[in-house]
């Protein structure tokens, strides 16, 4: 039970610090184009992990290498790319609620490609419960919702993209440190990343990063969410299961919105407070803290 609650601990710090990025993200997006910080985040997570960890370990096989190589493509350039283009075609709005949907698809992906981790009646409860939250989160009252097919698939495929990611890091077992094989990760991430400069209408200007609020943006996306959260994240899965660690990315918009209050000045209102409430009570109801009915399936966590 301790080492349950030391898990849930890392998913809680790990979500609180992606939840911010939004916020962090926004302030770049005045100087960089969004494939322009991309690239220089998962440049700076490499530089960081590899100044962590120097040591070089020999390849564990051509089976280890791809399973990074989908990790990667999965986890960061596939995810980003399809959501940052999602974005130019449809709302923000349908975007933060589609992408929330991702541990639901992980349920199901899990459900499809592992032995452990069946779906349950209590996931799709509390995916209801919170995704009713995060609409009141992400619309505020204002929500219009305004269907746009090429947006909108584009912004599932980057909750899909998420889910194979979880799934994933379940698959691989190595023999070295964690630190380690999130910096392996990260060098496909960034291999990957790298041709979309090519596609990048907006030219580079390094002068940019001489500013305080660029680099320290930068720092905080690189060492910080991508280098600690990633390895944190590493353990939640092995800890947790890829079903119960993805159930606390629907806390991503609440914590969006404390962060936009903060940092943005936003305005705090009580719709967004329900909303908030509701997102809780669904990431309890999917992670089983709260029981929604009296019967229940055994071992509907999936846990290891």
Not at 102 to 128: M, W
Not at 188 to 215: G, K
Not at 223 to 235: E, P, R
Request: proline share 5%; glycine share 6%; charged share 10%.
């Amino acid at each position: 039970m301790k080492k349950q609650q030391f898990y849930i601990l890392l998913a809680l710090i790990t979500i609180f610090f992606w939840g911010t990025t939004f916020v962090s993200t926004k302030v770049l997006l005045e100087s960089l184009s969004p494939v322009q910080i991309m690239v220089l985040r998962y440049l700076i997570a490499y530089a960081g992990l590899l100044l962590i960890y120097p040591r070089i370990h020999p390849s564990e096989g051509w089976r280890m290498e791809l399973l990074c190589l989908g990790a990667a493509l999965c986890g960061s350039t596939l995810y980003f790319l399809a959501e940052n283009f999602a974005l130019s075609f449809t709302q923000a709005s349908n975007v933060s609620l589609l992408v929330s949907a991702a541990p639901i698809l992980t349920a199901l992906v899990a459900h499809l490609f592992t032995r452990d981790e069946k779906f349950s009646r209590s996931q799709l409860l509390g995916f209801l419960c919170a995704m009713c939250g995060i609409f009141l989160v992400v619309g505020n009252g204002h929500f219009i919702l305004k269907l746009s097919p090429a947006g909108d698939l584009l912004a599932v495929g980057a909750a899909l993209s998420w889910a194979f990611y979880t799934v994933l890091l379940r698959k691989i077992h190595t023999r070295y440190p964690p630190v380690h094989l999130t910096r392996r990760i990260f060098f496909y991430s960034t291999l990957t990343m790298l041709p979309c400069l090519a596609a990048d209408p907006r030219p580079f200007e390094p002068t940019v990063l001489r500013e305080p609020v660029v680099w320290g943006n930068l720092l905080f996306l690189g060492l910080v969410a991508s280098s600690l959260c990633y390895v944190l994240w590493y353990h939640v899965v092995r800890g947790l299961g890829a079903v119960r660690a993805n159930n606390f990315v629907y806390l991503n918009p609440m914590v969006t919105m404390i962060a936009s209050v903060i940092v943005l000045r936003e305005r705090i209102t009580i719709l967004m407070l329900l909303g908030a409430a509701l997102i809780l009570a669904g990431v309890m109801i999917a992670d089983g803290t709260v029981r929604p009915g009296p019967q229940l399936e055994e071992n509907e966590h999936g846990q290891e």
